[in-house]
């Protein structure tokens, strides 16, 4: 069953947000939306994973949960999902001395 997803990427290559144009509306730059089966879904979560390099992807979709969402990230990022008792949590990770250099 097809159900609603929701792409946010930060600095990817081009060739990956031109891929997912195909499956996905992009409504904002860099922020797709879709509706597309879990197959499709998943395929193209693969490829955004493989694909990020030095950016950042985050993929909510609907799940049977408390929260009724489900949340995925790739990349070289900050923010995390956790699970604390059944509930997604975002957890940041600090910014070491060379890092915030980078910055």
């Not at 509706?35 to 879904?41: E, G, I, L, N």
């Not at 694909?51 to 408390?66: C, D, F």
């Not at 995925?72 to 915030?100: C, S, V, W, Y």
Request: charged share 20%; no cysteine.
């Amino acid at each position: 069953m097809a159900s609603m997803i929701v792409i946010a990427v930060t600095a990817v290559p081009d060739h990956l947000r031109g891929a997912l144009t195909r499956w996905l509306l992009e409504v904002t730059p860099e922020l797709y939306v879709g509706t597309v089966s879990a197959r499709v879904r998943d395929e193209l979560w693969n490829s955004v994973a493989d694909y990020a390099g030095s950016g950042v992807a985050a993929l909510a979709y609907p799940s049977n949960n408390e929260q009724g969402f489900e949340l995925r990230t790739a990349g070289l990022h900050r923010r995390n999902p956790l699970d604390f008792d059944g509930l997604t949590l975002i957890g940041f990770q600090r910014l070491g001395k060379e890092m915030a250099r980078k910055v």
